[in-house]
């Protein structure tokens, strides 16, 4: 039976296809925040929500798990200790699709995806008088 075999295809084979999700959750993690199409970014979600809740359980098992999903040492290593830690109290919803323009030339739907709760978007910096403009 094929019940819950339903996967966004992409159209592209499943090796790239896989490559593609591995390229932008790196970017995600890297960055905090990434712009891609809509359908890309709906197919990221479950994939980066997996990988931080791996991060959440922090064991070698755990750690290895995620490392056959995201093959590279620093970005685990930033989901464990970085990223995972600040949603220990969260069942879940690490990410945040926002939906945006249309991108110029095909008209595909363009979409930010972020992890909710950054710590440098959170906190913004407060002004000092000596970088605050005088009004006289």
């Not at 994939?47 to 098992?61: P, Q, W, Y």
């Amino acid at each position: 039976m094929r019940h819950r075999k339903h996967h966004t295809r992409l159209n592209r084979a499943v090796g790239h296809r896989n490559a593609v999700l591995r390229n932008l959750t790196i970017a995600l993690i890297t960055h905090g925040q990434i712009e891609t199409t809509a359908v890309k970014a709906k197919t990221l979600r479950p994939f980066v929500e997996r990988l931080i809740t791996l991060g959440r359980k922090a064991t070698l098992h755990h750690r290895r798990l995620a490392f056959a999903q995201v093959p590279d040492k620093v970005i685990v290593h930033k989901v464990f200790e970085e990223i995972a830690p600040r949603y220990k109290d969260r069942n879940g919803g690490y990410t945040r699709i926002l939906l945006g323009r249309r991108r110029m030339g095909d008209g595909a739907e363009m979409a930010f995806i972020e992890l909710i709760d950054r710590p440098e978007v959170a906190a913004p910096a407060a002004t000092t008088d000596a970088t605050a403009p005088a009004t006289a």
